[in-house]
């Protein structure tokens, strides 16, 4: 640990976890103005659109290459300039335009380099490590030995379940067209003789309209009283 506490460095002492911690302390940077000299971390773009220069300024976009345009006494940038790119040295006019277009592309703060906990110093890129990469790196990892066991041949715990599967589909190609069965080949052996049948269960198996009966039934409904005319007189007579 002592290796690494040298140069412009501070410590951060946390009680929660490290990964909260490191995500607060990077949230937290400062807007700083591009300076002659820097290397830019970022790309810098000048959005187009007024400036709030007057027209007696003209010269510094003019030292730039920057198309303008006076529109109501001011100064208009025609369209987007991508004036700094990331790597480049900021160049005293570069550094003179955003100055005066109020303009702080860079940013600075704090950046975590290491982690101390229980004993123990690692570098501050293992808190990216999530329970979700474990999880997937993991599952990978049995594929793998899955993947090796059956070309192999070689009966993992990995590997068992595949071979249970694969050895199932191999009784059922042997017996599929002879007249030797097996408890779980019979439904397979029935839905080859009358698709239709498994086709016309599936269908019945859907969600049924509201108010239909669960068994296909049609709903019974109620008998209406028989007409008085039926019993050969009427209330007008």
Do not use: W
């Amino acid at each position: 640990m002592i290796s690494i506490v040298k140069y412009n460095i501070g410590f951060v002492f946390c009680i929660a976890d490290p990964a909260e911690c490191r995500k607060t302390i990077l949230g937290n940077k400062v807007p700083a103005p591009a300076r002659q000299g820097a290397i830019a971390p970022v790309d810098v773009k000048i959005p187009a659109g007024p400036t709030g220069l007057d027209p007696s300024q003209t010269s510094f976009f003019q030292a730039l290459s920057i198309p303008t345009k006076i529109q109501k006494g001011q100064i208009e940038i025609v369209s987007e300039v991508h004036l700094i790119k990331v790597g480049d040295k900021v160049g005293a006019s570069q550094a003179a335009l955003l100055q005066k277009l109020n303009i702080k592309p860079f940013a600075y703060g704090l950046t975590v380099q290491s982690v101390y906990d229980s004993g123990s110093v690692y570098d501050a890129d293992v808190l990216d490590i999530t329970d979700e990469v474990i999880s997937a790196k993991f599952l990978t990892g049995v594929k793998n030995v899955a993947a090796l066991s059956i070309a192999t041949g070689i009966p993992t715990q990995a590997s068992l379940p595949h071979l249970v599967v694969r050895g199932y589909k191999n009784c059922v190609a042997l017996v599929v067209e002879g007249d030797y069965s097996f408890k779980q080949m019979e439904k397979i052996k029935e839905a080859i003789k009358n698709p239709q049948a498994f086709a016309a269960a599936a269908g019945a198996g859907a969600a049924t309209p509201k108010g239909a009966s669960p068994k296909g039934k049609k709903k019974e409904e109620p008998k209406e009283e028989e007409e008085e005319e039926e019993m050969g007189f009427s209330l007008f007579d």
